[in-house]
């Protein structure tokens, strides 16, 4: 069973950067392609970015230019480098694969933008 385990949400101002990490259990980046989703309160689920096993990327209009995804070489670890927050960034962000595997979504870590 693979786990999936994110973290580095927090508070951050406007304007400010956090950086997520997604740390799988194993290299299920070098199988599958992988995204990062966020669900704010009463909202569903958006994908947000996403990496191929190839490491071709894609975003989000919201986000384009803003959020960088990436990932390890060792394939375990995939990053969401987020800029420029904005209050509207607020959410629970979550890491899956692509299609997502409903037995992977693990608990997302909360990003909160706000002064």
């Known amino acids: 069973q693979v786990q999936l385990v994110e973290s580095g949400g927090g508070l951050v101002q406007p304007g400010g950067s956090l950086r997520l990490s997604c740390a799988a259990s194993?290299?299920?980046?070098?199988?599958?392609?992988m995204g990062w989703y966020r669900q704010a309160p009463g909202k569903q689920r958006d994908l947000v970015a996403t990496?191929?096993?190839?490491?071709?990327?894609t975003y989000a209009d919201s986000v384009k230019g803003r959020f960088t995804i990436s990932r390890d070489n060792a394939k375990t670890t995939v990053y969401l480098q987020m800029n420029s927050l904005k209050p509207e960034d607020t959410a629970v962000y979550y890491c899956?694969?692509?299609?997502?595997?409903?037995?992977?979504w693990g608990q997302g870590t909360q990003v909160t933008v706000s002064s």
């Open positions: 194993r290299r299920i980046s070098s199988i599958y392609g």
């Open positions: 899956n694969t692509i299609p997502t595997i409903s037995a992977y």
């Open positions: 990496i191929t096993s190839g490491g071709s990327t």
